[in-house]
């Protein structure tokens, strides 16, 4: 077998890191038993350690087939939050990357999958900005989670994928095509370095700095691809790092579930009235300005927003659609989020799937007669 080549663009890792002196060697072995492409760095950003993580590094780097940057430091407490390590380490990994690389982070209890690098790349290959990967709970972990809040997990899971399926159908992006998942987690994010800039890099909160990244990665009109062939396997400890995050959660539903369901999900109806909102902005934004279809788009746009046409107008000019779209979604009274109730949650997954089977029953009927207007040769 030839010798695999560090793959154009550079890829660079960022891994914050707080005290995983027991998981830390995994990471890094499984970084390094990538197939079919190979990191050219590892930035560990270690925030406020007090273990032996530190003391490990010398030991583990000789052995691994990148360079490993050992980055130590200690924050103030309102600061020492995985959103500030993972900010400062993508940007140190952005400045060895180059201006044509790719920055990719993950967590320090993960171990990424042997393909995980190499599909991550091909999907930077096919046309994406950034990559969202999938995050798995390790085997070992989700055994000792009780089943009833696997089921919820499922419920909800499945009933986010049923919203994102409304969004595939009625406002397709071709570089982001269904098989996707709908995760957004810092476990598991690529972005080349050129987005990372445009973007304005990643936001230095305490919780959430994942979401807000991709966030603003979509209001620059940055192609993300829900790639379902990227993984990684995570700790399920409900003894966290991070106050609030996923550890945090998983302790607290173990105490009582959460009422309300992940707040980026929403009614099915509300989900379908915004994704063909989306939709019509898209088609307004093609159309040559101030044309007589534009002007009609454009007043059909304000009428499923319920906002005044010329405020529609105004927003709709923006320089990025991602802007425009944000601006009009947080502006309307029509798109204002309604929670969901998780004892409610097996009645919304009814009405998704009817919204669903509806669309795909229009999706055929329509390419059925579009066949049957083509010439006969």
Not at 12 to 41: F, M
Not at 148 to 172: A, F, K, S
Not at 358 to 370: C, E, G, I, N, P
Request: aromatic letters at 4%.
């Amino acid at each position: 077998m030839p010798p695999v080549r560090f793959t154009a663009p550079t890829p660079v890792v960022a891994i914050p890191v707080r005290n995983e002196a027991e998981r830390i060697a995994a990471c890094l072995h499984a970084l390094a038993g990538q197939q079919g492409a190979r990191l050219a760095h590892a930035v560990l950003l270690l925030n406020n350690c007090t273990d032996a993580t530190r003391d490990m590094l010398p030991a583990l780097a000789p052995h691994l087939p990148f360079v490993v940057h050992g980055v130590e430091r200690t924050y103030p407490a309102p600061l020492a939050h995985a959103g500030t390590a993972r900010c400062e380490a993508m940007e140190i990994a952005a400045s060895l990357a180059g201006p044509d690389g790719v920055i990719l982070t993950t967590d320090a209890d993960g171990t990424v999958a042997p393909d995980w690098l190499a599909n991550t790349l091909a999907a930077f290959e096919e046309g994406a900005d950034a990559v969202c990967g999938r995050a798995l709970i390790n085997p070992a972990d989700a055994a000792l989670i009780p089943m009833h809040l696997h089921e919820d997990d499922r419920m909800e899971t499945g009933y986010g994928m049923l919203l994102d399926r409304i969004h595939d159908l009625v406002d397709p992006d071709p570089h982001d095509p269904w098989p996707r998942h709908a995760e957004h987690s810092g476990a598991s994010i690529a972005v080349s370095v050129v987005m990372w800039r445009r973007a304005g890099g990643l936001p230095p909160l305490p919780l959430g700095e994942d979401r807000a990244f991709l966030k603003a990665v979509r209001r620059v009109d940055g192609v993300i691809r829900h790639a379902p062939d990227v993984l990684v396997t995570v700790s399920g400890r409900t003894l966290g790092r991070a106050r609030g995050g996923m550890a945090d959660t998983m302790a607290r539903r173990l105490l009582r579930q959460d009422d309300l369901l992940d707040e980026s999900l929403e009614p099915a109806l509300t989900c379908l009235r915004r994704a063909r909102a989306r939709a019509a902005l898209r088609r307004l934004r093609a159309l040559p300005r101030m044309s007589g279809q534009w002007g009609v788009e454009m007043c059909g746009l304000a009428y499923q927003l319920d906002l005044p046409p010329a405020e529609v107008e105004r927003m709709a000019r923006a320089h990025f659609l991602g802007v425009a779209w944000d601006s009009l979604e947080q502006a309307s009274p029509a798109l204002v989020r309604v929670p969901v109730r998780r004892a409610e949650l097996a009645t919304h997954h009814r009405q998704a799937r009817r919204v669903v089977r509806q669309l795909l029953a229009r999706r055929s009927a329509t390419r059925t007669a579009h066949r049957h207007r083509q010439p006969v040769n």
